[in-house]
Nanobody, 117 residues
């Protein structure tokens, strides 16, 4: 079992920055990949970014060049640095884990990010 807890959300003005953290506990050894998703009101949850245990990173086109994902394996944490935030980035952000490379099967409770114009 793996548990995920997100933190770092909040209210920021457009153009500002936030850093989200995801702390993983439990059987985290060699988790294949970790990622971030988001869900805005009235919209479906969408992929934001992911990082594999080897350090390969992936980004949605909408955040490429503005967001950076990183992973601290020693601390079992995944970070999402979000710069140049836009009002359309407003959403609940969820941390997720894919333990074996098959499915995003573990989710955190989410953290709210609100970007004002």
């Amino acid at each position: 079992q793996v548990q995920l807890v997100e933190s770092g959300g909040g209210l920021v003005r457009a153009g500002g920055s936030l850093r989200l953290s995801c702390a993983a506990s439990g059987r985290t050894a060699n988790t294949y990949r970790m990622g971030w998703f988001r869900q805005a009101p009235g919209k479906e949850r969408e992929f934001v970014s992911s990082i594999t245990w080897t350090g390969n990173t992936y980004y949605a086109d909408s955040v490429k060049g503005r967001f950076t994902i990183s992973r601290d394996n020693a601390k079992n944490m995944v970070l999402l640095q979000m710069n140049s935030l836009k009002p359309e980035d407003t959403a609940v952000y969820y941390c997720a884990a894919d333990l074996r490379g098959t499915t995003w099967g573990t989710w955190g409770q989410g953290t709210q990010v609100t970007v004002s114009s």
